[in-house]
């Protein structure tokens, strides 16, 4: 019995030693899907979109389109278009022209391949289309050779070609069931004319299709195309017709975060412009908290940083140490640290240094003119460290710390400075030195100010998370329904109070 007992128990274990090897092993990972195959459950999830009217599958595959054109190629395309449609198509035909025709090469491999599988098995009847997809795939794969064509400097006045072909069909068509697709073709429309050099010719066209976009009430394309507007004119430095643009358009509320982050990404650049720095500040914190994660898209999110940092110090702040150690945004801000640092020191050769040194740098970047405003930023800075530092200096020395050119500009710069609040004290004009008083305390009209300011932003991030709070559809009927019952029931309870039905110990129990 004991041997019988030891054998079973080895038995036991050697089992579960099995067991925990089968667990061990790891599943095999799905491959990813080719991008063809991309492309072609992304057709279907458009034409499930169209036949189900549900806009969400249209913008699930527009999700990804920013991995997919990084993938795509002639061949990609080639091979989705001939999956897509059938051999005959007079739509296919078109897709096929824009793009260069297969080599030699690939053709005889395809007809190796398509004779192989031939004879090997049956063709089953839904391996090949019997009648083209919905038009808006037809749009959708226009998209991406449009993008494709953005690839090489050959084929810009292409994508331009086609552009046109493509706004020409998707307007002749008028499906509502398009709008998010013609969102994104507007976006590749402004591309191919900015790649083409020809962005001052597409602004006729985007007035015209955002006119005929609100009178539809089309919210995708409207903002799309209020974007694209407003990124024309501030390329061309139009900041008067962009100020007039928003002031007579209404932005639609139901447009996506992206598209609200670059809308207000420009009210950030046309408010800093027209020193209207608080608002433009509050614009641009919009567009960062609105905008995707900084590793999905660094060139946007590395433009605003920079917006953000310059708007920052003309306003009297320094930009925290924390945001020139992120790891999207270290090399990008590398010049505007220099920047900080010297704003924040008071050196006024210093920030010179620094604006001659990284002048390319901040001209690309369009935000040189709002740098050389920061020069009086730093004559301030050094003066309110001055007035700390001594309690009476003469105006020689300030000209000499400060760099100025002369005695008459420190009496100058010291006088604004003193009017505007920026310190406390006097000039002596007839001894030529400045008496510094005494600093203000934290109290007074102006801390109120600030926290009238705090409460009211407070307020409105409330009112903003309330309107986008889901409620459970038809909620208030049950209330109302219950509500009901209950007046009901006290109609019936007065009722038999007022016949004598009810007696006075009953429902008391033993009280």
Not at 202 to 220: C, E, G, I, N, V
Request: aromatic fraction near 6%; glycine fraction near 4%.
């Amino acid at each position: 019995m004991p041997d019988t007992e030891m054998v079973k128990a080895t038995d036991k274990k050697e089992d579960k030693k099995d067991d925990k090897k089968d667990e061990k092993k790891p599943e095999p990972k799905p491959e990813p899907p080719t991008p063809t195959q991309e492309i072609k459950a992304n057709i279907v999830l458009i034409d499930r979109a169209i036949n189900d009217l549900e806009t969400r599958f249209t913008h699930r595959v527009l999700r990804s389109l920013t991995a997919l054109r990084k993938r795509i190629n002639d061949k990609v395309l080639r091979d989705a278009i001939e999956e897509n449609y059938p051999k005959d198509s007079a739509v296919k035909n078109s897709l096929l022209s824009w793009l260069p025709p297969a080599p030699p090469a690939e053709q005889s491999m395809e007809v190796d391949t398509t004779s192989e599988a031939n004879a090997t098995a049956p063709l089953s009847p839904s391996s090949k289309p019997i009648s083209d997809p919905v038009p808006e795939a037809e749009i959708y794969l226009r998209l991406l050779i449009i993008h494709h064509l953005h690839t090489s400097k050959d084929t810009y006045s292409k994508s331009i070609e086609l552009s046109h072909e493509t706004v020409d069909k998707m307007q002749s068509m008028n499906r509502r069931s398009m709008d998010p697709i013609a969102a994104k073709i507007w976006f590749a429309v402004e591309r191919s004319y900015e790649l083409g050099g020809e962005l001052a010719d597409a602004r006729p066209m985007f007035l015209a299709a955002q006119r005929t976009a609100s009178l539809r009430h089309d919210d995708d394309t409207q903002a799309s195309l209020i974007n694209r507007l407003l990124r024309g004119y501030l390329h061309y430095n139009l900041y008067d017709q962009a100020d007039k643009l928003v002031s007579k358009t209404t932005f639609p509320a139901s447009a996506s975060n992206p598209q609200y982050a670059r809308y207000h990404y420009f009210l950030g650049r046309i408010k800093a412009v027209q020193l209207n720095y608080t608002a433009a500040h509050t614009n641009l914190q919009q567009a960062i908290r609105r905008a995707p994660a900084a590793k999905t898209a660094p060139g946007f999110y590395q433009a605003v940083h920079k917006l953000f940092v310059i708007v920052e110090l003309l306003m009297g702040d320094i930009p925290d140490r924390g945001l020139f150690r992120h790891p999207v945004l270290e090399k990008a801000l590398s010049a505007y640290f220099d920047i900080v640092k010297a704003v924040r020191t008071g050196s006024l050769s210093e920030f010179q240094t620094t604006l001659n040194k990284h002048a390319v740098q901040f001209e690309a970047d369009k935000t040189y003119t709002l740098i050389v405003r920061l020069r009086q930023n730093v004559i301030k800075t050094g003066i309110r460290r001055l007035s700390l530092s001594y309690s009476r200096i003469s105006l020689r020395d300030i000209c000499l710390k400060l760099h100025l050119d002369s005695e008459e500009d420190a009496e100058y710069i010291v006088g604004k400075a003193i009017r505007d609040g920026v310190i406390e004290g006097r000039i002596v004009h007839e001894k030529g030195w400045m008496e510094c008083g005494s600093q203000k305390d934290g109290y007074g009209p102006e801390a109120s100010e600030v926290f009238g300011r705090r409460i009211g932003y407070c307020l409105d991030l409330h009112n903003e998370s309330v309107k986008a709070m889901r409620y459970p559809l038809n909620a208030h009927r049950k209330e109302l329904a219950a509500a009901q019952d209950a007046r009901e029931r006290e109609k019936e309870l007065a009722k038999e109070i007022q016949e004598g039905d009810l007696d006075d110990d009953e429902g008391l129990g033993d009280y």
